[in-house]
């Protein structure tokens, strides 16, 4: 929310990992063109309704996340919202490199992940060096900022979780 009222997103905007759409519908509701995709039919299901319940036109496909080509469309802007934390390190380099090659050169992404630091940390917590590591030339990626976030959760009462917001930009 946080990046959409500070104008972070333009473009055509990916929302890889979308879930139930809540970010794709926020996105879209500002009037910019997005995609959700996912692996999860049901979700998909959900985010469809959610779409069509609130007369925002909005995309929802069904996708591989290591094959990000296979949609033959470039976006401008893209968003990660908890899916790069899912993945084992040695998947998170072809991830990066899959997102890459949909981005527009001069692109951004923005991830948000679990972080590896602080107090009540969430599953599959990510380090700085992992993001560094994922999201490097030979991924097709030219710079990476990382701040500290808080990722709200079901399980995290109402300070949430320790997190990282990771502004990237593709070469």
Known sequence: MRLESEGRFHGAV????????????????????????????????????????RGIDVEFVAGDAFALERLHRTFETALDSGLFHTFDSDERRRYASSLGSVIAPGGTLYLLCFADVGADIGPHPISQDD????????????????????????YHGDTGAPAWLATITRS
């Open 131 to 154: 993001l560094r590591a994922a999201f490097d030339a030979s991924t097709g990626w030219s710079g990476i900022e990382i701040e500290p976030e808080r990722v709200h959760t079901r």
């Open 14 to 53: 990916l929302d890889a990992g979308c879930g139930s759409g809540e970010n794709a519908l926020l996105v879209a509701s500002r009037g910019l063109s997005v995609v959700g995709v996912d692996v999860a039919g049901t979700a998909l299901a959900k985010a469809r309704e959610k779409a069509a319940d």
